[in-house]
Structure formats: C-alpha cells, structure tokens
C-alpha cells in the first residue's frame, strides 16, 4: 500500500507545476517489487491525471488575478501561450507528458477554457502512453 501511495503522489505532484519525478518511483517499483505492472500503470496515470486536473482548474481561474503583481506571467507571455493554443489546439494535449511544457500546456487549455472531458481523455492518453512506454522499457532491460 506505501508502494501505491508514494508512487500516486509523486505522479499527482509531478503533473503540476511542482518539480518532481514520477518516472524514478515506477521505474524503481517496477525493478524491485512484485507488483502487478498494470496497477502500478493504473495508479500512476491517474495521479498524473489528476495532477493535470489541478493545473486545468488554475488555469481556469487564474485570469482573475492577473493584475495581481505575483501573477506569474506578463500580458505578451499570456498572449503568446494562448496564440499557441489557439493554434495548435486541443491536440497539443497530447504533449501533457513532455518535461518543461507538458505542465503549462494544461494551465493554457484551462486558461482557454478547454472542455473537461476532452481534456481528460487526451491528457490520459498522452500520460498513460508515456507510463506504458516506461514500464516496457524497464521491463526489457530488468
């Protein structure tokens, strides 16, 4: 049960715009456990998801305090962000996995108002491929 905690929580936390690594911990118990590798799959695309949940839902709100001086970013670099998303769209989802933009791009579609259920089901796919991808080549060289 510690295992998929600490492995929930380091995906939950990783999905935000907190530093951490999930892919250290299921790589880890994937090599030194005997867990089933679907659970572990399972338990951590849904921490990653929900974690993308959370950064949707900032981004969502966040328009609010943009006058604030702590707002993280200026009007060119909130302009910037959302001309990107306006083009590339709710595709660009499926970049959620990829390290440095993956997290801002799930602040941008709530920012943008994406719809929560295309949200889900695209950043599923692009962090439960990620994970998958992972585990199999953890399990080629172990």
Request: positive net charge; glycine residues 8%; charged residues 10%.
């Amino acid at each position: 049960m510690i295992a998929y905690t600490s492995l929930f929580l380091s995906a939950l936390i990783a999905a935000t715009i907190l530093p951490m690594q999930s892919e250290a911990v299921l790589v880890g118990l994937i090599s030194a456990t005997d867990h089933p590798v679907w659970a572990l799959l399972t338990v951590a695309t849904i921490g990653n998801v929900l974690g993308a949940i959370i950064n949707w839902v900032l981004g969502r709100y966040i328009l609010r305090f943009q006058s604030a001086k702590w707002f993280p970013a200026s009007p060119a670099q909130l302009e910037r962000a959302q001309g990107w998303y306006r083009r590339y769209g709710r595709w660009s989802l499926l970049g959620s996995w990829l390290p440095i933009i993956g997290d801002p791009i799930t602040v941008v579609a709530g920012v943008m108002r994406e719809p929560i259920v295309p949200f889900v089901v695209l950043v599923t796919i692009a962090k439960g491929a990620r994970y998958i991808v992972l585990a199999w080549a953890t399990l080629a060289v172990v």
